[in-house]
């Protein structure tokens, strides 16, 4: 049985769409980031950097979305395209893991919570911009980012593209100006695997208040004093 440690983020999104994907059997356990449940002893076991997702399978830790996804993939053959695509989905894999998603999250960061600034937020927010037409352009004459499946990389960015409004902040139409990427999204989002991922995140009573609590759970580092 593969245990889950999910809060309701891109990355854990991304692990329990495969999970849901493959149809493998598995337990959610959630770790409320607002209220620093990542930090506590027992998680940091599983996972020593603190962060979220993290599996255990069958007793074995994995953690880091894009290494479970492979380990996941790799153990269960499933998702993990063609052998003739392999180098393609390491390299989109990798993108979506040092470019597309640490730049969507300081985006979100800059753009969201720490608004002081002006420099950081255009920065992250048009290196954001960037890899989605990167993606839009990859797109512009195939169905899937790799070969012509569905594999761990549509979900990889999947998980981030999900966030758009967020990223871009605005809650209208952020994909409108990647229309390949818009496509390739509604495509992927209206999976049935998708929708019973969004089902039980409904259930899950994590702490929704931005407050102090939450700020000093997520960004520690911010509150430690100085020597």
């Known amino acids: 049985m593969i245990r889950l440690y999910f809060h309701y983020t891109p990355n854990p999104m991304k692990v329990a769409l495969f999970l849901e994907e493959a149809g493998l059997d598995y337990e959610v356990v959630p770790v409320d980031t607002f209220k620093g449940e990542q930090h506590s002893p027992d998680f940091l076991k599983v996972n020593p950097n603190g962060k979220l997702p993290a599996i255990e399978d069958d007793g074995v830790p994995v953690f880091d979305s894009n290494a479970i996804l492979l380990y996941l993939s790799e153990k269960t053959g499933k998702l993990g395209g063609k052998p003739e695509d392999r180098g393609s989905l390491l390299s989109w894999l990798m993108f979506v893991a040092t470019g597309l998603g640490p730049y969507s999250g300081q985006a979100v960061h800059f753009q969201r919570t720490h608004t002081e600034s002006a420099y950081a937020t255009n920065r992250y927010r048009r290196e954001a911009e960037r ?48 229309p390949n990427l818009k496509r390739w999204f509604q495509a992927i989002d209206s999976r049935p695997a998708v929708a019973r991922v969004r089902r039980f995140v409904q259930d899950i009573p994590f702490k929704r208040d931005f407050d102090e609590v939450t700020l000093r759970s997520l960004f520690p580092q911010n509150y430690v004093n100085p020597a």
């Not at 990389?153 to 966030?163: H, K, P, Q, Y």
């Open 131 to 178: 890899h989605y037409r990167v993606l839009d352009d990859r797109l512009a004459d195939r169905d899937y980012l790799v070969g012509g499946e569905f594999t761990i990389v549509d979900m990889a960015a999947w998980g981030w593209i999900e966030r758009a409004p967020f990223v871009m902040n605005s809650s209208d139409t952020p994909l409108d100006a990647t």
